[in-house]
T-cell receptor, first 113, second 114 residues
Framework: KAGVTQTPRYLIKTRGQQVTLSCSPI?????VSWYQQTPGQGLQFLFE???????NKGNFPGRFSGRQFSNSRSEMNVSTLELGDSALYLC????????????FGNGTRLTVT | DAKTTQPNSMESNEEEPVHLPCNHS???????IHWYRQLPSQGPEYVIH???SNVNNRMASLAIAEDRKSSTLILHRATLRDAAVYYC???????????????FGKGTLLTVNP
């Protein structure tokens, strides 16, 4: 099976712009979650989607949003970008079931200038 | 969420065993212990998990203390490809379903010397 695919791998944006990141989960996985990784804060949970519905949400401002499509692919959007949004954004998918491990993609590196 | 404490860094020699410790003194009876690792320029990768008994898989072994307040990830023969940041995470599955909101700490940076 192909792994979790995230596009693009690298992105450079300017303050105030918005950005959309894409994630294709492993075939058959219906849960997709997003994480932000920075050197200072480490890995932080953003949100999780299942069957096109947001099930869990982390402590991030409303500028961070996401959605999931009927084929389980997911996108996350960040509006009005700030310098502090520069980070590695990771997507993970998992099978539905207690204790199923998360499978992460290699992330999108976002740089805001 | 119950917290975990890991050493910031550890060093090992190639082909020697590595024991990566994790303290979780506030663990609850329903917390599973999960380990992930993150190689340079990659996303985290699942390694192993357990509840009370020691666990083995093709990647590693997990030894869990009898009181569950600590655990140790064991790599039986370290290779250069095992150089990574290792995260010990507690995952509570009592909330009526699966918990996908994992709380990652700083982890342990493992350096493997040739």
């Amino acid at each position: 099976k192909a792994g979790v695919t995230q596009t693009p791998r690298y992105l450079i944006k300017t303050r105030g712009q918005q950005v959309t990141l894409s994630c294709s989960p492993i075939s058959g996985h219906r849960s997709v979650s997003w994480y932000q990784q920075t050197p200072g804060q480490g890995l932080q949970f953003l949100f999780e989607y299942f069957s096109e519905t947001q099930r869990n949400k982390g402590n991030f401002p409303g500028r961070f949003s996401g959605r999931q499509f009927s084929n389980s692919r997911s996108e996350m959007n960040v509006s009005t970008l700030e310098l502090g949004d520069s980070a590695l954004y990771l997507c993970a998918s998992t099978e539905e079931g207690r204790n199923s491990p998360l499978h992460f993609g290699n992330g999108t590196r976002l740089t805001v200038t | 969420d119950a917290k975990t404490t890991q050493p910031n860094s550890m060093e090992s020699n190639e082909e020697e065993p590595v024991h990566l410790p994790c303290n979780h003194s506030t663990i609850s009876g329903t917390d599973y212990i999960h380990w992930y690792r993150q190689l340079p320029s990659q996303g985290p990768e699942y390694v192993i998990h357990g509840l009370t008994s020691n666990v083995n898989n093709r990647m590693a072994s997990l030894a869990i203390a009898e009181d569950r307040k600590s655990s140790t990830l064991i790599l039986h023969r370290a290779t250069l490809r095992d150089a990574a940041v290792y995260y010990c995470i507690l995952r509570d599955l009592t909330s009526g379903g699966s918990n996908y909101k994992l709380t990652f700490g700083k982890g342990t940076l493992l350096t493997v010397n040739p």
